[in-house]
């Protein structure tokens, strides 16, 4: 009865074992359990030194919260994982309500980084979102404005020469009218949820872009046929996707003038997901990958910034569109890019 009280520490995405003040594990959840390959069975009485490197350092922080000395004391230490190379991780001790009972939560720093850069990801595409969206609606008034004025304009004069200008300054302000309505578009338009197959939006995507490069460009299927339908806008994520693979399309050029053109739709299950600061069992994991030249590195941390673009006469918008729709299925969307490869990877949480 008494180690029921700890089964709450399974619904923590973090890794998290109980143990008595001489290291002795009292209980494991199941993020440790499926990090270390170890079943909790297993972990139930042995000891908390044979996973720690540095031990003295662990028994000093046991004995130390224990007695009261401090609420909790945190450290950096080695996590030793089965047939594996051991973690780096930061170490956080704290007291349970009962004597001699104490808790210690294992942060991986790979992880911690990664959920830091999510979290920084989230705030820029929100205040992004609002930046443009205020900018947009700005440029939009004076814009119709102008227009107008040109239309009036080239009614009142004879010149053909003249018209000519007025026709440049309706032009430019219809497709400055374009860019803005492609800048509202994503908070326009509802978030319209049904049931989704990734795959039909693979091959929807898929068939789009050979039916525009018909020549030179391979794209390769490598699908996981036992992933499950799960809710989402169908819609969104096509548009998501075709955003990525026309990106990739465009920076290989070369590659596909010289035949040797390659676009990758991987689909895989990632379990035990951690996604924002929550963990999921399921996650949908998609892979678009292209053998180009790779992402700029003058752009590469600011890629899913809007009216950013690495080509000549790109508006800048298709990525930031991708991150948009990704993040309102509370996923995320991230990017490894070096010459030859180029990996954007989506992870969706499943049901």
């Given amino acids: ?24 594990v009292l209980w494991a959840n199941a993020a440790l359990e499926d990090m270390l390959a170890i079943s909790r069975r297993s972990l139930i009485g042995s000891s908390l030194f044979d996973l720690v490197t540095d031990g003295p350092t662990l028994l000093s922080a046991l004995e130390g919260v224990n007695d009261h000395q401090m609420e909790a004391l945190r450290f950096d230490g080695m996590l030793r994982r089965h047939a594996q190379e051991p973690m780096h991780v930061h170490v956080l001790v704290t007291r349970l309500d009962q004597a001699d009972q104490l808790l210690v939560e294992f942060l991986p720093l790979e992880q911690q980084t990664r959920q830091e850069r999510e979290e920084r990801q989230a705030e820029q595409a929100q205040t992004n979102k609002e930046l443009v969206r205020n900018l947009a609606h700005e440029i939009k008034n004076p814009l119709g404005g102008i227009r107008g004025a040109a239309q009036l304009l080239e009614m009142e004069i004879d010149s053909s020469e003249l018209k000519e200008y007025t026709r440049v300054i309706i032009h430019e302000a219809d497709r400055l009218q374009s860019l803005v309505d492609r800048l509202l578009a994503p908070h326009r338009r509802p978030h319209v949820v049904g049931d989704v197959n990734i795959h039909e939006v693979c091959e929807r995507v898929r068939s789009l872009v050979l039916a525009e490069f018909p020549r030179g460009l391979r794209v390769v299927r490598d699908y996981d046929t ?37 676009i990758t739709f991987r689909t895989r299950i990632a379990r035990q997901a951690t996604l924002g600061k929550q963990r999921y069992p399921l996650a949908l994991e998609l892979h678009v990958i292209d053998n180009g030249p790779g992402v700029p590195d003058s752009i590469k941390d600011r890629i899913f910034y809007p009216l950013v673009s690495g080509r000549d006469g790109g508006s800048g918008l298709g990525l930031t569109l991708a991150q948009t729709f990704v993040q309102q299925h509370h996923g995320t969307i991230e990017v490894e890019s070096e010459p030859g490869c180029t990996d954007f990877k989506i992870l969706i949480p499943l049901p």
């Fill in 1 to 24: 009865m008494e180690m029921e009280r700890f089964h709450i520490l399974d619904s923590l995405a973090t890794l998290v074992v109980a143990v008595q003040v001489d290291a002795q």
């Fill in 226 to 262: 036992s992933l499950p339908e799960f809710r989402g806008d169908r819609e969104q994520l096509i548009q998501t996707v075709l955003n990525i693979a026309h990106n990739a399309c465009q920076a290989l050029g070369d590659s596909i003038a010289r035949g040797e053109a390659v």
